[in-house]
């Protein structure tokens, strides 16, 4: 059995944009800022559960090759 190693998908590896607070500013201006700025956070974050999702997998396929192989 051959294990192959894939890279990270370069959509997770992506830099996520932060976003502008835009002029004038304003208390509205503000809260919409900020709910995209945590839009932005939650992006960055499944970003980041996804790497460790595959390095986890990566990881088992490892451990379950190295029991098979004698």
Same mark, same amino acid.
């Given at each position: 059995m051959k294990?192959?190693?894939? $890279? =990270?998908?370069?959509s997770l590896m992506a830099a996520t944009p932060a976003p502008e607070l835009? /002029? $004038? =500013?304003t208390w509205g201006a503000i809260a919409i800022w900020s709910d995209?700025?945590?839009? /932005?956070?939650d992006t960055c974050n499944a970003d980041k559960a996804a790497i460790a999702d595959l390095d986890l997998r990566r990881l088992k396929r490892l451990t379950?090759?190295?029991r098979a192989t004698p």
């Open positions: 294990i192959v190693h894939e $890279p =990270v998908p370069e835009t /002029a $004038p =500013v995209r700025l945590r839009d /932005a956070l379950d090759h190295a």
